[in-house]
């Protein structure tokens, strides 16, 4: 007979229809301030497969806010989000906003890619490893600065950039740095 192996762990259900919503399910929406519903996220983002673990990474750019999935049992980090710990094997992992502050890891330029009204090619865009955690990086616009005038390891902060497909998270040089 042929048998098929899964995880001892099983995944969260994947939300492969559009009306299954994960409030809908029990999920709760830990945030703070403006609420965005689970149809509003999806509305927003009509080309990203939400799922149960990073609906709220987008919730979270709605509301301004840079949101990663975090261990409850031991602290880590972890993006790309997933619903277990990589560190600990725990479940108890919670969307958790970062600072906002890191610095630039890598950075190139891209000549040509989506198009997003407001956002100009060539442009700048950057590996950045936030201070929460080592290796905890996110690639995001960098803005204010071209490519000469930033090196790596220079401190930057989250701005945020409201494009007509939603806001986008970026990064300038911080202040005074
Ligand atoms: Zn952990």
């Known amino acids: 007979m042929l048998s098929i192996s899964c995880s001892p762990f099983p995944r969260h259900a994947v939300l492969t229809r559009r009306n299954d919503l994960p409030s809908a399910m029990g999920a709760t929406n830990p945030m703070g301030g403006t609420s965005f519903s689970d149809q509003e996220v999806f509305d927003a983002f009509p080309d990203v497969h939400l799922t149960y673990d990073n609906i709220e990474h987008f919730r979270g750019l709605l509301q301004h806010r840079l949101v990663f999935n975090r261990?409850?049992?031991?602290?880590?980090?972890?993006?790309?989000l997933r619903p277990m710990c990589p560190q600990c094997w725990s479940r108890q992992v919670h969307a958790t906003e970062v600072s906002g502050d890191g610095v630039l890891y890598y950075q190139t330029t891209l000549y040509e890619g989506r198009h997003i009204p407001g956002f100009e090619y060539p442009h700048l865009t950057g590996g950045v490893e936030l201070t929460e955690q080592k290796g905890l990086r996110y690639l995001a616009p960098i803005v204010g600065v071209t490519g000469e005038e930033?090196?790596?390891?220079?401190?930057?902060?989250?701005?945020w950039l409201d494009t007509t497909a939603g806001p986008v998270a970026g990064f300038t040089p911080r202040a005074g740095e």
């Open 71 to 80: 261990c409850a049992e031991c602290g880590f980090w972890i993006y790309p």
């Open 150 to 159: 930033v090196v790596e390891d220079t401190p930057v902060q989250l701005v």
